[in-house]
C-alpha cells in the first residue's frame, strides 16, 4: 500500500514536471520547412510564423521578425512579410554547407527573442555511378565496384541491385567505410546471365548507373594453381616437367595457364608460349633450358577464352635439369718462377674454374698432360686449378680438359716456350675504358694469327703487391670487359698478351679505374722558396691509393686574409708553381685543389709570410749607406787631417814659447795681422776691452731665405771686417750647423755662455803689455768653469750692467762687438741683427780669415764694423714698424731676465793686457 | 497465323505458371550463348559430386550394397528417350516442370538436412535449378514456334508425379538418394538432348532451323517411343 502511495506521487510528480516543461517549453513559432535540404547554388526560402498568444504577450507581429545564419543578422532586403504572423526569409545560390537559421523578434520594441531555429543542409545529389564492374573470386560470392561520382556532401545511400530474366535478388547495401563497392550475399551462379547496377541515393535525389548483364562465369578470377612441383629427366639435360593441381573451378569451365621461369640467379622472368598452355592441362614440359641449371617456376590461370581475371601467381617451385658434358674448354694459363735454376724453371699451370653454363654439371677433376718437344707425355689428374711443375728450358706443350659426370670438356692447348724465345707482336692501340659498370678492354690486333688472348690486371696500390687475375679471351675477340669484382675507385693496371702458336706475345699493359672519385686525400702544399713577391710552391704526387682516379689538373687557391681567394689552375704533371704578384710583408693562406674526372678535394691549408724586403735588399741598401758613411767619413777624416794645422790651431793653438821668442819678431813694424781702421775710426779711442762670443740658435720661426739674407750680410760683413771672428760652433770638422754671431757686449757675453761653454776671448791689447796693431780673436771651446781668482772684477761688473740691457735667448748665442766701452744703454742702435750661419759657412769664413791674416790684409775695425751697423741700421730702419721684430727682442729680454737667477759659473775669460791664460 | 499467336500465348502463359514472376526483368542472353549456358548447366547438375555422393556419405549409404539400392526409380524422372521425342517446346515445358518438382524435393531436404554444410550444397543446387529454369525461360523467348506443329505436353511415365516418400526413415534416406540419383540422370540426359540442340545449331545457324529439325526428331521420338511399352523406362 505504502509502495503504491510513493508510486503515484512519483508518477503523479513526473505527470506534473512534463506538462510544466512542455508549457515553457512551447515555442513562440515554427520556422517551415523544418529540416530543409538544398542543392548547392539553388535559392532557399523559409517562412518564420509566429503564434496569435506570442504576439500578445509581446505586442509583436511579423514586422518585428528579424532572421539570422549563424548569428549574422540576415538583411532586410531577404525578408517578407506575408501577413501579420509570417515572415519569409530567401537566400539565392546556396553555397554554405550547413546553416543555422533563426527566427528572432525584438519584443518590447528593444529585446532580442529568439523564435526558432533550423539547420539547413546543402549538397549535391548523387552523380550516376560510373564504371560498374563486378569480379567473381572462386569460392567467394560476387563483388562489384564503381566510381561514384562527384562529392554530395550529403548522407548518399549506393545499393547494388541484381536480377536474372527470372529472379530479383535482395539488394546489396554499401557499408559506410566501402561505399564504391558491395559484395553480394548470394553465391555466384555461373551460366546465367545476370543483370546488375547500382542505384546512389541521397537527399536530393537518387540516380542509377548503367545496367551490366553478364554470365558470372565470365568475371571469375580462378584460384591459382597448387601444388606445382618441377622434375628433371636423365635422359635430356635441357627439360624440366612441371606439374600441378588445378583449381576446383577447372569442373566448371576450362583454364589457359601462364608459365614463368627463371634460372635462380636471375631477376627477370622468361615465359613459356601462351599459345602452349591454352588449354586444361595439369602438367607441362619445358624445353631448351640449360644443363645442370636450376630453374624457379610459376604459373597462373584463367578462364580458357580470356574472360575473367588472371588468378595469383601459385607459389613458386625450382628443380635442378640434369648434367650434361663440359661444354667448353677451361681458361689456361701459366706462370714462370722467375727465380729458377740454371737447368730447370719452376712453372706454374693455372686455369679457370668453367662457370656453370659451361661446366653443364659437377666439374670432379682435371686432366692436365705435359708434352716436352718430341718426347714423352706425362699425365697429371688435377682437383686443384693449378699445377705447378719443373720444367727444362726446352718447349713445352700442356693440354687441360675439364671432367664432370657425364664427360669430358674439349681440350686447351697451351705451348710454354723455351727459354730463349723472345715476344714479339704486342696487340696495339690497346685501350681500357669504363662503360655500363664494367670495364672494357679493346684493341688492335697484330698482324700474326692470334690464338688466343690473355689479360691480366690487378689493382695498383703502394700498400699492396699488384696480384693480377686474369682471363682469357678468344683469339676473334678485339674488345671484352674484366670478368672480375672489380671496384671503384682502383687504379687497375690491365696487360694483354696475345698467345700465339709458338707462344706469348708481348704484353702490353694500361691504367684505367672502373669509376672514377675524387681523391680521398688532397695534397699538401708547401712552400719551396718565398720571395718579396712571389713563393715557390712544391707539393708531392698523391699515392696512387688516395687519387680514386686520374689526376686531371691542380687547382691552387691563394688568398690573403682580407683579400679574395685567387685560383690557379696547374698541370697534374707539375709538382711545383710560382705565385707571382704577391704583396710584400703579407701572410697568404694556400691550399691545393687535386681533380680527377669526377671532382675534386682540396689539401690542408698553408700559410705563408712574404718577406719585406727582397733578398738582397737589405743588403743592398744597408752596404751602400755604410760605404756613404764610411766614405764620409774618411774624408772627414782626411780633410780633418788635411787641416790639422787649422784645427790644432783653433783647438789646441800653439802657444808661443816666450823662451823662444826673439824680440825682432815683436817689432813694430811687423804688418799687423788685422786690420782695424775702419774701428779705429768709429771708435777713436781704440779701447777694446773684450768681446764675447754668444751662440744663437736658429728660431725656427724665422722665415728661412731671411736667414740667409742674414747670413750672407753676415758673410759679406764678415769678410769686409777682418778683426771679427767666427769660429764659434765650427770649432771640430763635423761642427753644428747652429749659426752664431759676435757681438761687442761683454756683458751679453758674460751672461749667455755660461751654458753654452762657448765664448771667445778678443786678445786687444797687445801680447804681455805690447799694444797689437790689430785685434786679435781667440777663441775656446773649455767647458771648464774660469776659477773665481782668475776673474776680473771688471767683468763680474760687466755683468751686472747687463740688467738693462736687451735680454738673450737661452741657447742663443749673440756675438755682439761694441766699439765703445760705455755700451750700457739699451739703444736700440747698440744691438746687432743675429744672423744664422751655417758651420761650413762659419768654417770658410774662419778660413777666409785665416787667409786674410796670413796675407796680412790690414782693415780697419772701425770700418767693418761700422759697414755691417749700417746695413743693420738700415735693416732695422726698414722694418721698424714691424711690431714683431719689437715684440721678439722683448722677448728676448725677458728670457736674459730669467737666466739672471742661474748662477753665472761659465763666465768668458777675458785677457785684458797680452796674456792668455790656457783655460 | 492465329493459332501460331495462340501456341505462343499458351507457351508463355504455361511456363509462366512454372516460372513465377518471369515478367520481362533482365536481359536473356542470346539463343547461342543460352544454349551453351544450359548445355553446361546440364553438365554441371549430372554431377553427382553436388549432390548424390555428398547425401550418401552424410547418410551413411557408402556401402556398395546400399548404393546398389540407391538406383533411380523407375517412372521417376523422363527418360532420354523421351526427352528426345519431345519437341523444343515440349523439352522445355518437360524440363522446366521436372526441375520445378526437384525444387521442391530439395526444399524438402534442406529442412531435414542435419548438416549445414550440406544444407549449403543444397541451396546451391536450387540456385542452378533456377538459374536453369531462368535460361530455360529466356530461350523459350526466343524460340519462334511458326515452324514448329503443334505437339502435346508429354505427360507420360516419366513425367509422372513422384510417389509419397515412406514414413520409414530408412526407407526415406533410400528414397531420397533414389530420387537424387534420378535426378543426375536426369540431368545428363538433359544436357545430351541440349548437346544435340548444339549441333544442330551449328549446321542450321538458326534457332528456326533447330526447332524444326527437333520437331522432326521429335516425331522421331514419338516414333520410336510407340517401340517402347509405355511406362517402362528404357534399359
Known amino acids: 500500500m505504502l509502495m503504491l502511495q510513493t508510486w503515484l506521487v512519483q508518477a503523479l510528480f513526473i505527470f506534473l514536471i512534463t506538462g510544466s516543461v512542455g508549457h515553457l517549453l512551447d515555442p513562440c513559432g515554427h520556422i517551415s520547412p523544418e529540416s530543409p535540404v538544398v542543392q548547392r547554388g539553388s535559392n532557399f526560402t523559409a517562412v518564420c510564423v509566429l503564434k496569435e498568444k506570442c504576439m500578445d504577450n509581446f505586442h509583436v507581429n511579423a514586422n518585428y521578425i528579424f532572421w539570422k545564419t549563424n548569428h549574422f543578422t540576415v538583411p532586410k532586403e531577404q525578408y517578407t512579410v506575408i501577413n501579420r504572423t509570417a515572415s519569409s526569409v530567401t537566400f539565392t545560390n546556396i553555397a554554405s554547407l550547413n546553416i543555422q537559421l533563426t527566427c528572432n523578434i525584438l519584443t518590447f520594441g528593444q529585446i532580442e527573442q529568439n523564435i526558432y531555429g533550423i539547420t539547413v543542409i546543402s549538397g549535391f545529389p548523387p552523380e550516376k555511378p560510373e564504371n560498374l564492374s563486378c569480379i567473381v573470386n572462386e569460392g567467394k560470392k560476387m563483388m562489384c565496384q564503381w566510381d561514384p561520382g562527384r562529392e554530395t556532401y550529403l548522407e548518399t545511400n549506393f545499393t547494388l541491385k541484381s536480377e536474372w530474366a527470372t529472379e530479383k535478388f535482395a539488394d546489396c547495401k554499401t557499408k559506410r567505410d566501402t561505399p564504391t563497392s558491395c559484395t553480394v550475399d548470394y553465391s555466384p551462379v555461373y551460366f546465367v546471365n545476370i543483370e546488375v547496377w547500382v542505384e546512389a541515393e541521397n537527399a536530393l535525389g537518387n540516380v542509377t548507373s548503367d545496367h551490366i548483364n553478364f554470365d558470372p562465369i565470365d568475371k571469375v578470377k580462378p584460384n591459382p594453381p597448387r601444388n606445382l612441383s618441377v622434375s628433371n629427366s636423365e635422359e635430356l639435360s635441357s627439360i624440366l616437367k612441371l606439374t600441378w593441381i588445378n583449381p576446383s573451378i577447372k569442373n566448371v569451365l576450362r583454364l589457359k595457364y601462364i608459365i614463368q621461369y627463371r634460372t635462380n640467379d636471375a631477376s627477370t622472368w622468361s615465359q613459356i608460349p601462351p599459345e602452349d598452355t591454352a588449354s586444361t592441362r595439369s602438367s607441362f614440359t619445358v624445353q631448351d633450358l640449360k644443363p645442370f641449371t636450376e630453374y624457379v617456376f610459376r604459373i597462373r590461370c584463367m578462364k580458357e577464352d580470356g574472360k575473367g581475371f588472371w588468378s595469383d601467381w601459385s607459389e613458386e617451385a625450382s628443380g635442378i635439369t640434369y648434367e650434361d658434358r663440359p661444354s667448353k674448354a677451361p681458361s689456361f694459363w701459366y706462370k714462370i718462377d722467375p727465380s729458377h735454376t740454371h737447368s730447370y724453371r719452376s712453372v706454374q699451370l693455372i686455369w679457370k674454374t668453367l662457370p656453370p653454363f659451361e661446366a653443364n654439371g659437377k666439374i670432379l677433376d682435371y686432366e692436365v698432360t705435359l708434352t716436352r718437344w718430341k718426347s714423352h707425355l706425362q699425365n697429371y689428374t688435377v682437383n686443384d686449378t693449378k699445377l705447378t711443375v719443373n720444367l727444362t728450358n726446352d718447349r713445352y706443350t700442356a693440354t687441360l680438359t675439364a671432367r664432370n659426370l657425364v664427360g669430358k670438356s674439349d681440350v686447351s692447348v697451351l705451348t710454354i716456350p723455351a727459354c730463349d724465345f723472345q715476344a714479339t707482336h704486342p696487340v696495339t692501340d690497346l685501350k681500357a675504358f669504363p662503360k655500363d659498370n664494367m670495364l672494357w678492354v679493346e684493341w688492335t690486333t697484330p698482324s700474326e694469327s692470334v690464338n688466343k688472348y690473355i689479360l691480366e690486371w690487378c689493382v695498383l696500390s703502394d700498400k699492396s703487391p699488384c696480384i693480377p687475375d686474369w682471363q682469357q679471351e678468344d683469339g676473334t675477340v678485339r674488345h671484352t670487359y674484366l670478368r672480375g669484382n672489380l671496384a671503384e675507385s682502383k687504379c687497375y693496371l690491365i696487360t694483354v698478351i696475345p698467345v700465339y702458336a709458338n707462344g706469348p706475345g708481348r704484353p702490353e699493359s694500361v691504367k684505367a679505374y672502373l669509376k672514377q672519385a675524387p681523391p680521398s686525400k688532397g695534397p699538401t702544399v708547401r712552400t719551396k722558396k718565398v720571395g718579396k713577391n712571389e713563393a715557390v710552391l712544391e707539393w708531392d704526387q698523391l699515392p696512387v691509393d688516395v687519387q680514386n682516379g686520374f689526376i686531371r689538373n691542380y687547382t691552387i687557391f691563394y688568398r690573403t686574409i682580407i683579400g679574395n681567394e685567387t685560383a690557379v689552375n696547374v698541370d697534374s704533371s707539375h709538382t711545383e708553381y710560382t705565385l707571382s704578384s704577391l704583396t710584400s710583408d703579407t701572410l697568404y693562406m694556400v691550399r691545393m685543389v687535386a681533380y680527377t674526372d669526377e671532382g675534386g678535394k682540396d689539401g690542408p691549408e698553408f700559410t705563408f709570410t712574404t718577406p719585406k724586403f727582397a733578398q738582397g735588399e737589405i743588403e743592398a741598401i744597408v752596404v751602400p749607406v755604410c760605404l756613404a758613411f764610411l766614405l764620409t767619413t774618411l774624408l772627414g777624416v782626411l780633410f780633418c787631417f788635411n787641416k790639422r794645422d787649422l784645427i790644432k790651431k783653433h783647438i789646441w793653438p800653439n802657444v808661443p814659447d816666450p823662451s823662444k821668442s826673439h824680440i825682432a819678431q815683436w817689432s813694430p813694424h811687423t804688418p799687423p795681422r788685422h786690420n782695424f781702421n775702419s774701428k779705429d775710426q768709429m771708435y777713436s779711442d781704440g779701447n777694446f776691452t773684450d768681446v764675447s762670443v754668444v751662440e744663437i740658435e736658429a728660431n725656427d720661426k724665422k722665415p728661412f731665405p731671411e736667414d740667409l739674407k742674414s747670413l750672407d750680410l753676415f758673410k759679406k760683413e764678415k769678410i769686409s771686417t777682418e778683426g771679427h771672428s767666427s769660429g764659434i760652433g765650427g770649432s771640430s770638422c763635423m761642427s753644428s750647423s747652429r749659426p752664431s754671431i759676435s757681438s761687442s757686449d761683454e756683458t751679453e757675453s758674460a751672461q749667455n755662455t755660461s751654458s753654452t761653454v762657448q765664448y771667445s776671448t778678443v786678445v786687444h791689447s797687445g801680447y804681455r803689455h805690447q799694444v797689437p796693431s790689430v785685434q786679435v780673436f781667440s777663441r775656446s771651446e773649455s767647458t771648464q768653469p774660469l776659477l773665481d781668482s782668475e776673474e776680473r772684477p771688471e767683468d763680474l761688473q760687466l755683468v751686472d750692467n747687463v740688467d738693462g740691457s736687451d735680454g738673450i735667448l737661452p741657447r742663443q748665442q749673440y756675438f755682439k762687438q761694441s766699439c765703445s766701452q760705455h755700451e750700457t744703454s739699451p739703444d736700440i742702435s747698440h744691438f746687432e741683427r743675429s744672423k744664422q750661419v751655417s758651420s761650413v759657412n762659419e768654417e770658410d769664413f774662419v778660413r777666409l780669415k785665416e787667409q786674410q791674416i796670413s796675407d796680412h790684409i790690414s782693415q780697419s775695425c772701425g770700418s767693418g764694423q761700422m759697414k755691417m751697423f749700417q746695413e743693420v741700421s738700415a735693416a732695422d730702419a726698414f722694418s721698424s714698424g714691424i711690431e714683431g721684430q719689437v715684440d721678439r727682442f722683448e722677448t728676448i729680454g725677458m728670457d736674459a731676465a730669467v737666466d739672471e737667477g742661474m748662477p753665472k759659473s761659465y763666465l768668458p775669460q777675458t785677457v785684458r793686457q797680452g796674456g792668455y791664460m790656457p783655460q | ?235
Open chain 2, 1 to 235: 497465323m492465329r493459332a501460331q499467336l495462340t501456341r505462343r500465348t499458351l507457351l508463355g502463359l504455361v511456363l509462366g505458371l512454372l516460372i513465377p514472376s518471369m515478367a520481362a526483368m533482365g536481359n536473356c542472353s542470346s539463343y547461342r550463348v543460352l544454349l551453351h549456358q544450359l548445355q553446361r548447366q546440364a553438365d554441371l547438375m549430372q554431377d553427382t559430386s553436388t549432390l548424390l555422393d555428398y547425401y550418401i556419405h552424410i547418410q551413411g549409404l557408402d556401402t556398395p550394397i546400399l548404393r546398389g539400392h540407391c538406383k533411380e526409380r523407375p517412372g521417376a524422372f523422363p527418360s532420354e528417350g523421351t526427352l528426345r521425342g519431345l519437341g523444343k517446346r515440349g523439352f522445355l515445358r518437360t524440363l522446366s516442370a521436372t526441375l520445378n518438382r526437384v525444387l521442391h524435393r530439395l526444399a524438402a531436404f534442406q529442412r531435414r538436412s542435419p548438416k549445414a554444410q550440406y544444407s549449403e550444397k543444397l541451396q546451391m543446387a536450387r540456385l542452378y535449378i533456377q538459374g536453369l529454369r531462368n535460361n530455360i525461360y529466356c530461350i523459350s523467348q526466343q524460340l519462334d514456334d511458326s515452324s514448329e506443329t503443334a505437339e502435346p505436353t508429354q505427360l507420360g511415365p516419366g513425367a509422372s508425379p513422384p510417389s509419397t516418400p515412406t514414413p520409414d526413415t530408412f526407407e526415406s534416406k533410400l528414397e531420397d538418394c533414389r530420387f537424387l540419383h534420378g535426378y543426375h540422370r536426369f540431368m545428363r540426359s538433359v544436357g545430351r538432348v541440349f548437346s544435340e540442340w548444339e549441333e544442330s545449331r551449328s549446321q542450321t545457324h538458326s534457332p528456326q532451323q533447330a526447332l524444326s529439325m527437333g520437331a522432326r526428331r521429335a516425331r522421331l521420338s514419338s516414333g520410336d517411343n510407340r517401340l517402347m511399352p509405355r511406362g517402362q523406362l528404357p534399359r
